[in-house]
Structure formats: structure tokens, C-alpha cells
């Protein structure tokens, strides 16, 4: 009996993971060096989701600042392009976790999260802009 149940278990186990919705993007928590490089890719859009009070203190090249906190943020993450990559961060990732779930919630397919926000980014060494 322990046998049949064990076997059950794992047939709704997988039948359940392998119902997922495909439609929704995949969010990819991303090294550093794994987000240099996505950088150096054509076509994707990277977003600053801090404060612009923090941007003073540095911010990646070619980053647009959408304020996790501005009261019209889920307006301004859906302009957007949902076909293109969006490679975000924060100071240390709590806020780009969360962005990159209303993203996925929005249709976005390709969402990738810099692990350690900003500060792992400036801690490896890679380099920051501190004027616009």
C-alpha cells in the first residue's frame, strides 16, 4: 500500500508541474557576469527599479529608472516591450524580485534578476555611472 501511494504522489507531482502554463515568461535570477553579457545583447531593456534618491549613488550604463515604489510603477513597467528581454536590479534584489513577478503576471517572457542587486554588481568590481 505504502508503494501504491508513494507512486500516486509522484504521478500528481509531475502531472502537476508538467500542466504549468507555458505562456508565462521564466524569471532567471542572473550572476553578474551572467548580466554583463546580456547587456552586450541587442534589444534588451534594462531596469533600475530603485529610488531616484539612490540613482545618486551610481547606476549600470544605459539603465532606465522605473521606481518600484512610484505610485504609477505598474503603469510605467508596461510600457515596456513584452517581446524583448528585461534585465532588472535594485540595491540588493528585494524589489526587482518582486518587480519581476508583476512582470511575469503581465505576459513579459524573457525577465532576467541581477542576485545581489547593485551592490553585488559594484562588490565584483563591474563598473557604475554616477551623472547622467
Known amino acids: 500500500m505504502k508503494k501504491v501511494l508513494t507512486i500516486l504522489s ?48 551610481g547606476f549600470i550604463d544605459n539603465a532606465q529608472n522605473i521606481d518600484f515604489n512610484s505610485p504609477t510603477f505598474d503603469e510605467d513597467i508596461l510600457k515596456l516591450d513584452k517581446s524583448k528581454p528585461v534585465v532588472l536590479y535594485c540595491k540588493s534584489g528585494g524589489r526587482s524580485a518582486k518587480c519581476a513577478e508583476k512582470l511575469q503576471a503581465a505576459g513579459f517572457i524573457k525577465i532576467f534578476d541581477l542576485d545581489g542587486g547593485i551592490t553585488k554588481w559594484k562588490f565584483k568590481g563591474f563598473k557604475i555611472q554616477t551623472e547622467n
Do not use: F, N, Y
Request: charged share 35%; glycine share 2%.
Open 10 to 57: 509522484v504521478a500528481i507531482m509531475v502531472l502537476a508541474t508538467s500542466c504549468k502554463d507555458e505562456s508565462q515568461g521564466e524569471i532567471k535570477l542572473v550572476t553578474p557576469e551572467e548580466m554583463q553579457t546580456l547587456l552586450e545583447q541587442k534589444d534588451v531593456q534594462l531596469v533600475d527599479v530603485r529610488t531616484p534618491k539612490e540613482l545618486e549613488d
